[in-house]
């Protein structure tokens, strides 16, 4: 069994230190677990300590230290496993008594919910759940509760690995009309299972293969991919959606969510214009400094006043519906992912 510590942030040490010191004896005692149930070969990927006033990832802020009670801990673990195979396994560890309103049990309960309605219409949008675990652990002497979610991993990782600048130049114009195609299905056979996403974007959006042979480079040719959209803990029911719930990543958020509105089937389709810029011009339509002192009112701003830019000249046949999706009302907006397709199909691509 190999058991390597999380992906290190070079560019800031003393912030991997921080976190990693931490993070030992947690993934320590993970491990151990995750060896009483069966996985071997495990690398722990990444680990990120989050907590109500904010989150801590060894990739991007700094680190504080906080008492154990008022801290959780999320993080991802490649592994391979006798009956599963190579797999991906999300996890997150907490004490029993601190709540956690979007927790990796309620992404378990969308995603085994998603598949089983999707199953009979035979439309999978979404990883299959291998295996979901809850088990009660002892860290320093306080109970804690270890959530364990198991899913096949996927060796072309995520939509967002096509477009970083060296890649997104070789695609062509089909490959990108893919992408931007059955994303918009499979957001739209999602509603139609009854579910909102809540944060749509290219690194939740899943490379799962290909038809036809997987070749060794997957842009090196005409094929096309198979896409799956994962990651659903801000999902919420479409005829329920929560007051105050949580909302997705500001890049991607709607305008009616800096507004403080609940969410609908319109926030799904906010963001899914944002990613089809993305995926036609390589950036998205919207960008803040990274040297701003408050990100969060930069982007309000850009989403809430900023006019939708223009997109390249060989793609304006997609401008009149990234501006509908785009829309700053909602009334103006495309209602429905069903209309988004139904545009889609009529662009002669």
Request: charged letters at 15%; aromatic letters at 6%; proline letters at 5%.
């Amino acid at each position: 069994m190999r058991n390597n510590t999380m992906e290190n942030s070079a560019s800031n040490p003393s912030i991997t230190q921080a976190l990693q010191a931490q993070a030992v004896p947690l993934l320590s005692i993970i491990t151990q677990e995750l060896d009483v149930q069966h996985f071997s070969q495990i690398v722990h990927q990444r680990i990120a300590q989050q907590s109500t006033e904010q989150t801590q990832d060894i990739k991007t802020q700094d680190i504080k230290t906080q008492h154990i009670d008022k801290t959780y801990f999320q993080g991802l673990t490649r592994a391979q496993h006798p009956q599963f195979g190579s797999v991906m396994i999300k996890w997150q560890l907490s004490a029993d008594a601190y709540p956690i309103a979007f927790d990796l049990t309620h992404e378990a309960k969308v995603l085994a919910a998603v598949n089983a309605s999707l199953k009979i219409k035979n439309k999978a949008i979404a990883p299959p759940l291998l295996a979901h675990h809850c088990v009660n652990v002892q860290i320093l002497e306080q109970p804690q509760k270890l959530v364990i979610v198991v899913m096949p991993y996927y060796s072309n990782g995520s939509l967002v690995s096509q477009l970083t600048a060296s890649k997104h130049l070789s695609l062509i114009t089909s490959q990108k009309h893919h992408f931007i195609m059955q994303s918009a299905c499979l957001i739209a056979n999602l509603h139609q299972a009854g579910w909102l996403h809540n944060d749509i974007k290219p690194s939740n959006i899943l490379i799962e293969g290909f038809d036809n042979e997987l070749p060794s480079d997957i842009m090196s040719n005409s094929l096309t991919p198979n896409l799956l959209l994962t990651d659903f803990a801000l999902a919420e029911r479409v005829n329920e959606p929560k007051e105050g719930s949580p909302a997705g990543t500001p890049a991607y958020l709607a305008p009616e969510r800096w507004q403080g509105q609940g969410a609908t089937v319109h926030i799904d389709i906010y963001a899914f214009g944002i990613m089809m810029v993305e995926i036609l011009a390589g950036r998205r339509p919207f960008q803040v400094s990274v040297n701003s002192n408050d990100k969060l009112k930069a982007w309000a701003i850009q989403h809430c006043q900023q006019s939708i830019p223009k997109l390249p000249s060989e793609y304006s046949c997609y401008q009149y519906m990234v501006d509908k999706a785009l829309a700053k009302r909602i009334a103006r907006r495309y209602q429905s992912m069903d209309e988004v397709l139904e545009g889609l199909e009529c662009l002669k691509i």
